[in-house]
């Protein structure tokens, strides 16, 4: 009931506006009944700031608190488990020796590159061998990238293997 009387007084809407009439018989109940439930249904009436705060609250879109905490939890650990994954690639191509247990080279080489360079992949551990090139990143500034360490095992393979490309 606290919460009723802090509400502030609005006038009622029009619909709600019945004229009663001064001279009513104070011996009728019904009539004094009646005059009751209309000022009880003035005092509650929805008032038009009441209905569009109402409209207001319909109107905002669902957020489920659950299903957030839930979205950013599964985030984090997919971050975590790529991170996770990242290494043991990484530990992986450290630990690789890029040869067949018949000791045959595990490199392959790739030539349908533009810069015409070749680039070489093992085929045990996946790792990408490249010589320097340049790289343009999100700002279009192109930069150099360094050749990669394996770089002269790969001009090796070419160098042992060329004879096979030409004729
Ligand atoms: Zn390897």
Same mark, same amino acid.
Request: overall charge positive; aromatic content about 6%; proline content about 7%.
């Given at each position: 009931?606290?919460t009723?009387?802090?509400?502030?007084?609005?006038k009622?809407?029009r619909?709600?506006?019945?004229k009663?009439?001064k001279?009513v018989?104070a011996h009728?109940?019904?009539?004094?009944?009646?005059?009751e439930?209309v000022?009880s =249904?003035r005092e509650?009436?929805?008032?038009?700031?009441m209905?569009?705060e109402?409209?207001?609250?319909?109107?905002k879109?669902?957020?489920?608190?659950k299903m =957030?905490?839930?979205?950013?939890?599964?985030?984090?650990?997919t971050?975590?488990?790529?991170?996770?994954? /990242?290494?043991?690639?990484?530990?992986a191509?450290? =630990?690789? /020796?890029?040869?067949?247990?018949?000791?045959g080279e595990?490199?392959?080489t790739?030539h349908?590159?533009?810069d015409?360079?070749?680039r070489?992949?093992?085929n045990?551990?996946?790792c990408?061998?490249?010589?320097?090139?340049?790289?343009?990143?999100?700002?279009?500034?192109?930069?150099?990238?360094?050749?990669?360490?394996?770089?002269?095992r790969? /001009?090796?393979?070419?160098?042992e293997t060329?004879?096979?490309?030409?004729?």
């Amino acid at each position: 009931m606290a919460t009723q009387t802090a509400t502030p007084r609005v006038k009622a809407p029009r619909i709600l506006k019945v004229k009663v009439a001064k001279a009513v018989p104070a011996h009728d109940p019904i009539m004094a009944e009646f005059i009751e439930v209309v000022k009880s =249904l003035r005092e509650n009436a929805f008032t038009p700031a009441m209905l569009k705060e109402l409209i207001e609250g319909i109107k905002k879109p669902y957020v489920d608190e659950k299903m =957030l905490e839930r979205e950013k939890r599964e985030a984090a650990k997919t971050k975590k488990d790529m991170e996770n994954q /990242r290494i043991l690639v990484a530990k992986a191509q450290s =630990l690789c /020796r890029h040869t067949y247990k018949n000791g045959g080279e595990a490199i392959a080489t790739v030539h349908n590159f533009p810069d015409r360079q070749t680039r070489g992949q093992c085929n045990l551990c996946r790792c990408w061998i490249e010589p320097a090139h340049y790289e343009i990143g999100f700002d279009q500034i192109p930069r150099l990238v360094p050749e990669h360490p394996l770089y002269q095992r790969v /001009r090796q393979i070419e160098a042992e293997t060329s004879w096979q490309l030409v004729g």
